[in-house]
């Protein structure tokens, strides 16, 4: 069981938008924490998709876009391809009085129709 | 080239011990956090441990707290990851990857912005 909750699935056709969301709580996203956003494709290592909740590294295209509000996340695709088949994962930090970790969410898996 | 290359993987009995290492090359090693990520086969990602770019902040899974220990040498720009008492649910993918995070002293893994190709871990009699 995940800290962050993601679907375990979305698709969407060529072309159209989809969103991934990425649910946390008080002791972590809502805590301030910041999150990011790995994309993994079949057979390959994560890349950085989205970095300190909105930003993107170089190279990724903006068709990818993250935002953050409350205890919750989300990851946008436009103008969705077939290349971008893939898992996706968020991350955050979570902090209780039992301890601190960085976190994971439990990934969610984009079907491009 | 910035990279990260694990080695050390393996195939293990339960309660034996491995020695993973990382080795990094095209940046600056010591100016930041490495961590260790796992993915078991077929689940998604977790993550296991971090150092921070001086050893002064290290952190680990409750999972693995008290059977893992990082390590880096910064000299060899390495990074290690020494299991003991293996258990069948270590059995993962092991990366490293590169904290974002400029010679700070946290680990709240600030976006991992290097990854490793990985090197598999089977803990099994």
């Known amino acids: 069981q995940s800290v962050l909750t993601q679907p375990p699935s979305v698709s969407g056709a060529p072309g159209q938008r989809v969103t991934i969301s990425c649910t946390g709580s008080?002791?972590?996203?809502?805590?301030?924490?910041?999150v990011h956003w790995y994309q993994q494709l079949p057979g390959t290592a994560p890349k950085l998709l989205i970095y300190?909740?909105?930003n993107r590294p170089s190279g990724v295209p903006d068709r990818f876009s993250g935002s953050k509000s409350g205890t919750s996340a989300s990851l946008a695709i436009t103008g969705l391809q077939a290349e971008d088949e893939a898992d996706y994962y968020c991350?955050?930090?979570?902090?209780?009085?039992?301890?601190?970790?960085?976190?994971f969410g439990g990934g969610t898996k984009l079907t491009v129709l | 080239e910035v990279q990260l290359v694990e080695s050390g993987g393996g195939l293990v009995q339960p309660g034996r011990s491995l020695r993973l290492s990382c080795a990094a090359s095209g940046f600056t090693f010591d100016d930041y956090a490495i961590h260790w990520v796992r993915q078991a086969p077929g689940k998604g990602l977790e993550w296991v441990s971090g150092i921070s770019w001086n050893s002064g902040s290290i952190a680990y899974a409750d999972s693995v707290k008290g059977r893992f220990t990082i390590s880096r040498d910064n000299a060899m720009n390495s990074l290690y990851l020494q299991m003991n008492n293996l258990r069948p649910e270590d059995t993962a993918l092991y990366y490293c990857?590169?904290?974002?995070?400029?010679?700070?002293?946290?680990?709240?893994?600030?976006?991992?912005?290097?990854w490793g190709q990985g090197t598999v871990v089977t803990v099994s009699s």
């Open positions: 300190g909740n909105s």
């Open positions: 008080s002791s972590n996203i809502g805590a301030g924490y910041d």
């Open positions: 990857a590169k904290d974002m995070s400029y010679s700070s002293p946290f680990l709240r893994g600030d976006g991992f912005d290097i």
């Open positions: 991350q955050s930090y979570d902090s209780t009085l039992s301890g601190s970790n960085v976190v």
